[in-house]
């Protein structure tokens, strides 16, 4: 038996791309690096020190659908270990993984990253994935000859897994009849009558009885004098109709996976051409700086070396840029194709006790699967180094310009909208489950819960005494109330209870949740931003998840924020903030550290940030109030695109919130909301 055990744990774990770098030796990403040579540099020298690029292992690509390979070292199988979780590696791959990873006797399966304990033996004590062995098996029967037979012509159709025998239909028949194989494995290239290419029976332990039935409430398979005797007043059924029933639902889930995975592993061969048009852009372009240091010789070499930095500079991002979509859709393949193997090796080879136990696990590994689906997009850029027309001294402007210009495009549909009354501006959108999401309006004290269709569907009053500035919701659909002039924030449970969770001393505008569940609030001296005075000191705070208390205080000082309206944090802990007085969005690490600011593109300038939020993908989203636009970014805060802009129906964007389906919800100065879809 199994020795380990599934706790439902989830833990942040370095990628799957990272530890295969330690199993193969090949790097998956690295930095380009800054030349700071005082001589001028031939142009090989230069390309020679371009950093090396990411390599995709090639069973992410290949076409076969077989799915027989590692989800560590992306290798064939080798001694294939199963975790409950039913994600198989290498014994070797999963040994080498545990002993990096473990912590407190359990570790976190590579995939789903739920904990399972490490058995006394390591990866030996899990349990041979008998269906990547059987799967394995199919391809060496074909043309052989059955192994029992007297006339040594008879051919093979099933070999057994457990004595390594090739047998014809029937001395396969008969060896499963047999006392000491009765419970033996036989695999067959096609499949059976039931559609399984694997054949065994089990026995119950007590009556000797095989199993044939499956108990409801102790979901378990059983004997039927187990259901005489302790199950008789229990739900149970035929476990051949039962799991046939499973086997319908999971081939719905694999099919529609599967088709998706061809689409994955284009977009991943898009990305590595990306990626060596890039590189190529990158040797062009040093060509063309060094081509004119050259000319310029001595005098420019201090300018050259600028050009280089941002090049290198401007590069790196693009390529960082690339290394997070690659990572993204190299694990996407990997969890989809990993999910789909899983239940398809079950539903192929597995006995019907087998898939009925797993439904629960194999489903929810699919729904889990499906979340990853689509991937975004590949933000693009065409990076220029453009020279003067004319030049009388040596200045940096005359050396030249490096110009980068966006080329990504981004399909943005609406699919529905709805008008709040009144013409009062949207100023908090709060998602919840099932495609809804709650609106305040103006400072009225009401909340309107619409749908994605632009429907309403209900209003609550939370009090006449009550300033909303701001909304936001957790995964629970609780709602967070930024109450501006009473001083705190609120709490709505999905119940429609509301209770005081933080008071405070100044006026609360902009409201997040971290990833720990902190409460991130922008604080105010002033009510509003026209009241603003040099001498404020406003903050951003962090409270731990009760409210019970300040975890952290980012000071004016420390980040030069004027009057903090709106915040968010992104997928890797970075905190942005929109500064109203400033025009910008601060960017800071997660412990209030500045990383740069954002004030827009060369060609769309950031002229009001208000709303502002962050996608599953790590892109950024910024109302422009003022620009009436809205602006994308990527996980570096590098712009990517504008999404939209306002029309007849919808004035100056404010407010921007994303579902968790990844559908963009946009509220105006003119009490509409718009959602859109935008992810490809």
């Known amino acids: 038996m199994n020795s380990s055990k599934m706790t439902g744990e989830v833990v942040r774990l370095p990628s799957i791309s990272s530890f295969s770098q330690s199993l193969t030796g090949v790097p998956l990403s690295s930095s380009a690096k800054t030349r700071s040579s005082s001589t001028i540099p031939s142009k ?166 095989e199993i044939d039935i499956f108990c409801f409430k102790c979901r378990m398979p059983i004997c039927e004098n187990c259901r005489d005797q302790a199950h008789e007043q229990h739900n149970t059924q035929n476990i051949k109709e039962f799991a046939n029933e499973v086997k319908r639902e999971l081939t719905e889930s694999v099919d529609f996976l599967q088709s998706y995975l061809p689409s994955l592993k284009e977009r991943l061969r898009d990305v590595e051409n990306h990626d060596e048009a890039v590189l190529s852009i990158k040797r062009h372009l040093i060509d063309q700086i060094d081509a004119r240091s050259e000319k310029l010789h001595r005098e420019i070499e201090d300018l050259r070396e600028k050009f280089i930095t941002k090049i290198n500079s401007e590069i790196q991002i693009e390529e960082d840029r690339l290394v997070i979509f690659k990572n993204r859709v190299t694990e996407a393949i990997t969890f989809v194709s990993s999910q789909v193997a899983a239940a398809k090796h079950c539903i192929d080879f597995g006995s019907n006790q087998d898939i009925a136990v797993g439904k629960e696990t194999l489903q929810f590994h699919l729904q889990e699967a ?113 109450c501006r002039k009473n001083r705190c924030i609120k709490l709505l449970n999905k119940d429609t209870r509301i209770r005081d969770m933080v008071v405070l001393n100044d006026f609360p505008r902009g409201i997040a949740l971290s990833q720990s569940g902190d409460l991130l609030i922008c604080l105010a001296k002033s009510s509003t931003y026209d009241k603003y005075r040099p001498m404020d000191k406003n903050v951003v705070v962090k409270y731990s998840k009760l409210g019970s208390k300040v975890v952290a205080e980012f000071e004016r000082a420390n980040i030069q924020i004027k009057y903090p309206r709106r915040i968010a944090e992104n997928l890797n802990g970075d905190i942005y903030v929109s500064d109203h007085k400033e025009g910008c969005v601060h960017i800071l690490t997660h412990d209030g550290k500045v990383k740069h600011r954002y004030t827009g593109s060369e060609s769309t300038k950031l002229g009001e940030p208000c709303g502002i939020t962050c996608d599953r993908y790590g892109h950024v989203i910024i109302a422009d109030y003022k620009s009436n636009c809205i602006h994308l970014l990527d996980q570096q805060g590098q712009f990517v695109s504008l999404l939209t802009r306002s029309d007849s129906v919808m004035k100056q964007p404010f407010s921007v919130a994303v579902d968790a389906d990844g559908y963009l919800w946009v509220g105006g100065s003119n009490g509409v909301v718009k959602i859109f879809r935008y992810l490809l």
């Not at 008879?154 to 009765?182: D, P, V, W």
């Open 44 to 209: 090989m020298a230069v390309i020679s020190e371009e950093s090396e690029t990411t390599r995709t292992p090639r069973a992410l690509l290949n076409e076969d659908s077989q799915f027989e390979w590692c989800g560590l070292c992306f290798d064939d199988y080798s001694d294939p270990k199963m975790l409950p979780c039913y994600h198989s590696y290498c014994s070797r791959c999963l040994n080498e993984y545990i002993d990096q990873t473990k912590d407190a006797g359990s570790f976190a399966c590579p995939l789903c990253k739920i904990r399972h304990a490490v058995p006394m033996d390591g990866a030996q004590g899990f349990k041979p994935n008998i269906y990547i062995n059987a799967l394995q098996a199919t391809k060496n029967i074909k043309n052989t000859i059955c192994e029992t037979c007297d006339d040594g012509k008879t051919l093979a159709e099933t070999y057994c897994l457990e004595c390594e025998q090739n047998f014809c239909t029937r001395c396969g028949t008969i060896h499963l009849k047999m006392k000491m194989s009765k419970s033996h494995h036989l695999v067959s290239e096609k499949p059976g009558e039931h559609g399984q290419k694997m054949t065994s029976r089990s026995y119950c332990g007590e009556h000797k009885q």
């Open 370 to 482: 499906s979340k990853m689906l689509p991937v975004g997009f590949i933000p693009r850029f065409d990076i220029n180094f453009l020279e003067p027309q004319s030049a009388e001294t040596i200045t940096e402007d005359l050396f030249g310009k490096i110009s980068k210009l966006g080329s990504t495009t981004v399909t943005v549909t609406e699919i529905g909208h709805y008008k709040v009354p009144g013409m009062h501006l949207i100023r908090g959108i709060a998602p919840v489950s099932d495609g809804r999401a709650w609106v305040i309006c103006g400072f009225d004290p009401r909340l309107h819960l619409l749908n994605r269709l632009g429907s309403r569907l209900r209003t609550i009053k939370l009090g006449n005494d009550i300033d909303v500035d701001y909304v936001t919701s957790d995964e629970n659909d609780n709602v967070y109330i930024s």
